[in-house]
């Protein structure tokens, strides 16, 4: 359907990333386009230029809002985390902000641009148009998905929570998480690779070659994981593997593999296998590579729905994961503590492309 069709649009809210690499003059030029597609006038649009927060959904949506944001997967989550009420690391106000977020959600519809570094969620939801929202009210092929985002908790042995948060795009553990911090290390440096004339093929081959090298020099871990559904349990123990990644977008997930897109329960298991040689890992690095581009990976994608993923940590040494690959000190799993993985408890409306 074409964005005439979709209900009647009262307000606009734009969110953008105060420290978003892309010029500031395409961020604003975006909140016009989007503005435009849904027939609003400039002024009834709202613009936001701080870190998203669950008080800015709740001061700016009365009646029928779209709400778009302006920069990376990192900006996503902020933004998809403010729409649910969620707060990092404190489950006790997520709970009662979602009380009030719920009625909220019935008058969004959230459109994700991609002006940001790697924003796979907005490709993943709008495609061409993300990139080039002023196509927005022409696209014939648009609908509304309802995103649930994946929520985690870390909980130490007396079952005290040490971390809480959420993922839109991915969520990995150990590899992928040492990968992510390098990649971030070297953000500045990839962007202004990427500038260049031809630099986007430059830019990939560097990021390809960083990923190889940490991925080849990672350090394994083990633990148990515990898979439910309803009633039913199965354990699974995953020994000195060098990571594990749940994706749950059809970009970050490579064209061609099963069906997994933001409206879909579904997310992509993969687990990174550690080889003792160099040349075992380079190989099974390889494989592993061309399954997820060709779609024949040998894990079927999950359906988290009414599903929880427990993951126990038995090495002696903290294991790092990221998510949506936003990467920090404090994210850690220690030995000992339980990492849960399930879907959040609230869905955000999204414009998306079938």
Same mark, same amino acid.
């Not at 985690?152 to 553990?173: H, K, L």
């Not at 500038?195 to 190889?212: H, N, P, W, Y």
């Given at each position: ?55 800015? =959904? ?268 936003? =990467? ?23 414009? =998306?492309?079938?």
């Amino acid at each position: 359907m074409r964005i005439a069709e979709l209900p009647p649009i009262e307000h606009a809210l734009a969110f953008r990333n105060p420290y978003a690499t892309a010029p500031r003059e395409q961020i604003v030029l975006s909140s016009v386009d989007v503005s435009n597609a849904f027939g609003l006038a400039d002024q009834a649009c709202t613009v936001v230029q701080e870190m998203p927060a669950p008080r800015h =959904i709740r001061a700016n949506v009365g009646g029928r809002t779209v709400v778009s944001s302006h920069g990376g997967d990192g900006t996503v989550q902020l933004v998809v985390a403010a729409a649910i009420g969620h707060v990092r690391d404190d489950p006790e106000v997520t709970a009662s902000n979602e009380t009030v977020h719920r009625p909220l959600l019935e008058d969004v519809l959230y459109v994700p641009i991609a002006n940001g570094n790697g924003n796979n969620f907005a490709c993943s939801a709008l495609g061409q148009y993300a990139v080039d929202p002023r196509r927005l009210a022409d696209a014939p092929d648009l609908d509304i998905g309802f995103h649930r985002p994946l929520a985690y908790q870390v909980t130490d042995e007396r079952g005290n929570t040490v971390r809480s948060g959420i993922a839109t795009s991915c969520f990995g553990i150990n590899a992928a998480a040492i990968v992510a911090a390098k990649l971030h290390q070297q953000k500045l440096q990839l962007a202004a690779l990427g500038a260049q004339t031809v630099g986007q093929q430059r830019r990939f081959a560097k990021e390809t070659l960083i990923t190889a090298r940490e991925l080849l020099n990672v350090k394994p871990f083990s633990a148990d994981l515990t898979v439910t559904t309803g009633r039913d349990s199965a354990r699974e123990p995953l020994r000195n593997i060098a990571g594990l990644e749940l994706i749950g977008s059809h970009i970050y997930a490579k064209r061609g593999r099963a069906p997994v897109n933001i409206d879909d329960p579904r997310h992509q298991v993969v687990v990174a296998t550690h080889h003792m040689s160099r040349t075992a890992g380079l190989a099974s690095l390889l494989l592993m590579s061309a399954r997820l581009a060709t779609g024949q990976h040998k894990r079927r994608p999950l359906d988290l729905t009414d599903t929880t993923l427990t993951l126990r940590v038995i090495s002696n040494q903290p294991v790092p994961f990221h998510t949506d690959g936003e =990467i920090g000190d404090t994210l850690m799993i220690e030995p000992g503590q339980l990492l849960r993985l399930r879907l959040g408890n609230l869905a955000v409306p999204t414009l =998306i492309r079938r």
